[in-house]
């Protein structure tokens, strides 16, 4: 999946490292929470994964629709 070099970033750094189990799991909730993250109705081109087995990185494109106030917070 391309993303816009202009996409919006958050990066969560976890106090202690993931097992390899946890970043299986993890990335699992991350694709369908991605795959229904939405503002204002219009579905955001997004993605999530564990990095480095501590780092969750979640982008989303705002090309097509934007990440706003409920959104994020979501």
Same mark, same amino acid.
Request: hydrophobic share 40%; aromatic share 10%.
């Given at each position: 999946? &391309?993303?816009?070099?202009?996409?919006? =970033?958050?990066?969560? /750094?976890?106090?202690? *490292?993931?097992?390899? +189990? +946890?970043?299986? *799991?993890? &990335?699992? /909730?991350?694709?369908?929470?991605?795959?229904?993250?939405?503002?204002?109705?219009?579905?955001?081109?997004?993605?999530? *994964?564990?990095?480095? &087995?501590?780092?969750?990185? /979640?982008?989303?494109? *705002? =090309?097509?629709?934007?990440?706003?106030?409920?959104?994020?917070? =979501?």
């Amino acid at each position: 999946m &391309n993303f816009s070099p202009d996409s919006r =970033t958050w990066i969560y /750094l976890s106090k202690k *490292e993931f097992s390899n +189990e +946890e970043v299986v *799991e993890l &990335n699992s /909730l991350l694709s369908v929470f991605c795959k229904d993250w939405a503002a204002h109705g219009n579905n955001l081109k997004a993605k999530g *994964e564990v990095l480095y &087995n501590r780092f969750i990185v /979640l982008m989303v494109d *705002e =090309t097509q629709a934007g990440a706003s106030g409920c959104s994020i917070d =979501t």
